[in-house]
């Protein structure tokens, strides 16, 4: 299974040792989104940001049209899905950042949203599907780690994936 729910930040960030960090702010504010316009923007602009450090960095072909076209890239598929959640289901229609460590051995994204959490444990032992997306679905059979900075009042989803 992909989803550990055991992982955590510090002990991923030791996988993939000696890392950079990167935060690209969306909507930082808690109050629910009403310029989407420019939320919509910012949101796409640090999706693609992340797609190019990865490829520039490890040298990757990392593509987001690879979500909309059903081809086979997880790191397209993590950002399109988990962060649609974020805009459709969080507290406040938005995510509040994104987060990317780039280390020796591999990186980790992250997505993190302001406001309640959500129960990730719950929603994946019931498999609940509320939208047409396939978040969990894909969480449970991409090649990296999906894991959760908390199972049951979750704000912050991660992805991790090692390269060596």
């Given at each position: 299974?992909?989803?550990?729910?055991?992982?955590?930040?510090?002990?991923?960030?030791?996988?993939?040792?000696?890392?950079?960090?990167?935060?690209?702010?969306?909507?930082?504010?808690?109050?629910?989104?009403?310029?989407?316009?420019d939320l919509i923007?910012?949101?796409?602009?640090?999706?693609?940001?992340?797609?190019?450090?990865?490829?520039?960095k490890y040298g990757r072909k990392i593509d987001l049209q690879n979500w909309l076209d059903h081809k086979e890239d997880d790191v397209a598929y993590f950002l399109n899905e988990a962060g649609s959640n974020s805009l459709h289901h969080s507290e406040f229609k938005a995510p509040c950042k994104f987060h990317l460590w780039m280390g020796v051995y591999g990186f980790i994204i992250g997505i993190e949203q302001k406001?309640?959490?959500?129960?990730?444990?719950f929603v994946n032992e019931h498999k609940i599907k509320t939208n047409e997306g396939a978040a969990f679905n894909f969480f449970r059979k991409c090649k990296g780690k999906v894991f959760f900075d908390d199972s049951?009042?979750?704000t912050t989803i991660f992805y991790k994936e090692l390269l060596k």
């Open positions: 299974m992909a989803i550990d729910f055991d992982n955590t930040l510090d002990f991923a960030l030791e996988k993939i040792r000696n890392h950079e960090y990167h935060e690209f702010e969306i909507h930082p504010d808690e109050v629910e989104v009403t310029h989407e316009h923007e910012r949101y796409g602009n640090a999706k693609w940001a992340i797609v190019d450090l990865l490829n520039q406001g309640k959490g959500f129960d990730a444990s049951k009042n979750t």
